[in-house]
T-cell receptor, first 109, second 115 residues
Framework: QKEVEQDPGPLSVPEGAIVSLNCTYSNSAFQYFMWYRQYSRKGPELLMYTYSSGNKEDGRFTAQVDKSSKYISLFIRDSQPSDSATYLCAMENTDKLIFGTGTRLQVFP | GAGVSQSPSNKVTEKGKDVELRCDPISGHTALYWYRQSLGQGLEFLIYFQGNSAPDKSGLPSDRFSAERTGGSVSTLTIQRTQQEDSAVYLC?????????????FGPGTRLTVT
């Protein structure tokens, strides 16, 4: 079993939809939880990070962490075609990042 | 300012040949990471350099893989006797000394194809 599990998708939604992306993990020692966005043929870029449990909002994006369930989510409101990318969750483990497989999202006009 | 750069952007090699992949981190960044991204596998950690400390090589999949970082700046990832399963995108990332682990800046990657 991988330390971090993520549904690879692809996920296809119409413009304006609310998107929910999720990851589960097995290591209860993880404290930092991240979401990265990766456009085609580019490196990942940090979208949001959360420390411990709770919610964090940044514009149209909301990250949630439920440590009791070992479950994290990223919500995208009013999705746009420019949000089409692969979204990777990641967790920190002693200065290194453990990534999920990434979920490919396609937002069509 | 300049971001992380990697070269070449694409590399096609024959099975059994050696390849070298180069990473130029952001100037002043002391931490440097290599990852491998295969289809359906996400980013897999390979090796981590931090300043003058001994590198963390715990992610290297076999002794055919090695990396070095000269002068605390440029890094080279070497794969000897390449195999078809080595085909992947190899990504490099760097971060500053005081930055948390998640503040890594990624390069565009080198797409390696082993035929």
């Amino acid at each position: 079993q991988k330390e971090v599990e993520q549904d690879p998708g692809p996920l296809s939604v119409p413009e304006g939809a609310i998107v929910s992306l999720n990851c589960t993990y097995s290591n209860s020692a993880f404290q930092y939880f991240m979401w990265y966005r990766q456009y085609s043929r580019k490196g990942p870029e940090l979208l949001m990070y959360t420390y411990s449990s709770g919610n964090k909002e940044d514009g149209r994006f909301t990250a949630q962490v439920d440590k009791s369930s070992k479950y994290i989510s990223l919500f995208i409101r009013d999705s746009q075609p420019s949000d089409s990318a692969t979204y990777l969750c990641a967790m920190e483990n002693t200065d290194k990042l453990i990534f999920g497989t990434g979920t490919r999202l396609q937002v069509f006009p | 300012g300049a971001g992380v750069s990697q070269s070449p952007s694409n590399k096609v090699t024959e099975k059994g040949k050696d390849v070298e992949l180069r990473c130029d981190p952001i100037s002043g960044h002391t931490a440097l990471y290599w990852y491998r991204q295969s289809l359906g596998q996400g980013l897999e950690f390979l090796i981590y350099f931090q300043g003058n400390s001994a590198p963390d090589k715990s992610g290297l999949p076999s002794d055919r893989f090695s990396a070095e970082r000269t002068g605390g700046s440029v890094s080279t990832l070497t794969i000897q006797r390449t195999q078809q399963e080595d085909s992947a995108v190899y990504l490099c990332a760097s971060r500053g000394t005081a930055g948390p682990a998640y503040e890594q800046y990624f390069g565009p990657g080198t797409r390696l194809t082993v035929t």
